[in-house]
């Protein structure tokens, strides 16, 4: 399992080029946004200036062109797409006050432009600084690896968030905390309850929180969404080699919809002693349409499949 974690990430992350252009269809950079595009169809636009709190993914695109992602709503005006965010030392970088923490980008590097494979993936790396408002030095240092593209075999978007939180520190520990949804959370189209599906290959561990609000420990977790302006499915896989693999996930169908891949801090605070590091990764597949779990379920096994013929 762990070579085949490897080699997934080696197949998300080919390098072939630094330089970012329209022309090459794969990456185009703007003073705010660097997107990802397959061709003339763009994938996703992370946004990493002009953000109130935190950079973040704005929109991520289904192969025929919707857009999934809510960005600011009325009722959470905290919530930007897809986006990570957990609570550090008692500083919330969640939520959005003048007591919350910021994200701050420092510099981008490494970015490439992808070869075409069956999952075909370019990518960027970006540093940042987790501050406090209290102080200007950086509770956590991270190292953010996002790598989207166009998985021709199913005809479904992709992208991959790696996350690798480090304590700065050379005495005090980082001590990671935080609600029971925070982790990397994803806040899709708005759309009526029984018009919602949350499918997982594990249900036996559910637990309800509160409303609809639910938890439980999977390898990977999926909902299928059908809005007024299109039906989609949205399948999120934890990779191995994440702290406290496999997820906790968090979902909820109302009153809006959301998932997100937690590592259970709410009960289990996680403590990164000084200079050590921790990773979060996961794998977002977007499709036009509805998948069965059987679907889900074939679709995973390809990913393992393909990381074996390295």
């Not at 075909?120 to 240092?141: G, H, N, R, Y």
Request: hydrophobic share 40%; proline share 5%.
């Amino acid at each position: 399992m762990k070579n085949a974690s490897l080699f997934l990430c080696m197949l998300f992350s080919i390098l072939f080029s630094i330089s970012v252009c329209a022309e090459s269809g794969n990456l185009f950079m703007t003073d705010e946004f660097l997107s990802f595009f397959n061709g003339p169809r763009k994938i996703a636009d992370y946004r990493y200036t002009n953000v109130p709190f935190k950079p973040y993914i704005k929109r991520f695109f289904t192969p025929s062109g919707l857009q999934v992602l809510e960005d600011a709503p009325h009722d959470h005006l905290h919530h930007h797409g897809l986006m990570f965010a957990i609570a550090v030392n008692d500083t919330n970088y969640w939520e959005e006050s003048e007591k919350s923490g910021h994200q701050i980008h420092q510099k981008f590097s490494n970015i490439n432009i992808g070869e075409k494979l069956p999952i075909s993936m370019s990518s960027f790396v970006e540093e940042l600084a987790w501050k406090s408002p209290e102080k200007d030095i950086p509770q956590l240092t991270e190292i953010r690896k996002i790598s989207s593209g166009y998985w021709e075999q199913e005809n479904a978007n992709v992208i991959l968030w790696e996350t690798q939180l480090e304590n700065p520190s050379e005495t005090e520990i980082a001590k990671l905390t935080g609600h029971h949804y925070f982790g990397l959370g994803i806040r899709l189209l708005t759309t009526p309850l029984e018009k919602v599906d949350i499918i997982t290959p594990i249900e036996d561990n559910l637990e309800n929180v509160r409303g609809d609000e639910y938890l439980r420990n999977s390898p990977w977790c999926a909902i299928v969404v059908k809005n007024e302006i299109g039906t989609f499915t949205l399948l999120m896989v934890d990779m191995p080699d994440s702290v406290r693999y496999p997820a906790r996930w968090f979902s909820m169908r109302m009153p809006f919809v959301y998932i997100s891949a937690t590592r259970n801090l709410w009960k289990e605070p996680l403590e990164i002693s000084p200079r050590d590091k921790v990773l979060c990764k996961n794998i977002l597949v977007l499709w036009d349409g509805e998948k069965t779990k059987e679907a889900l379920e074939k679709a995973v096994e390809e990913i393992n499949n393909l990381c074996k013929q390295k």
